[in-house]
């Protein structure tokens, strides 16, 4: 199950990328209740998933209305991060993301979907059947991604301190939007 979940969630992914280029645009202390809010959808979504997987493997069709959703919003949130503007560190508080956007995201978010359901239908009996068993894959999972997530906020406070002018912070926005962008396309491309 570690073998599967850590380089999942350590690999570029929307939550990841998202981390990155909001902390690379606001720092990494403004860009933790974005992460809160990543850690508690993840959470919701771990109950869902472990409960609803044999629901959700019998209809294939929901689980591809979701993943295109998903996609959709992540293009919308590449496209805002690629067309914003340089910050010169004035006022920037009505332009973060925070706690609402990281539930909302893991909601939308195929990719989650699917690493979840894998999680609970391939390993799902490690720890039991019960409720303890699914609560304990979803806790690790949580920790696990969590570790990504700070990870690439990090990543995106390093790009932040060394390329702080705004002709270089404008490049960030451009490719940050731009692997996100990637990412979603990514998420839809039959494998």
Not at 146 to 160: R, V
Request: aromatic residues 12%; contains cysteine.
């Amino acid at each position: 199950m570690l073998a599967f979940t850590l380089p999942v969630s350590l690999l570029p992914g929307p939550n990841n990328l998202l981390s990155a280029a909001h902390s690379s645009r606001h720092g990494f202390r403004k860009s933790l209740p974005l992460i809160s809010g990543m850690v508690i959808g993840w959470l919701l979504l771990g109950l869902v998933v472990g409960y609803g997987s044999l629901f959700i493997e019998d209809n294939p069709d929901l689980l591809t209305f979701l993943t295109y959703i998903g996609v959709g919003y992540i293009i919308y949130l590449s496209y805002q991060i690629a067309t914003a503007s340089h910050i010169d560190g004035k006022d920037i508080s009505d332009e973060e993301l925070g706690l609402k956007t990281g539930v909302i995201l893991q909601v939308v978010n195929g990719k989650a979907f699917i690493h979840l359901l894998i999680l609970m239908t391939t390993f799902g009996t490690v720890f039991g059947l019960n409720w303890d068993g699914k609560m304990i894959i979803v806790l690790l999972n949580v920790g696990i991604k969590l570790l990504g997530w700070f990870c690439w906020a990090s990543f995106g406070s390093a790009l932040k301190e060394l390329f702080g002018d705004s002709k270089s912070g404008v490049l960030i926005n451009r490719i940050m939007g731009f692997s996100l962008f990637c990412v979603a396309i990514w998420i839809v491309i039959p494998k």
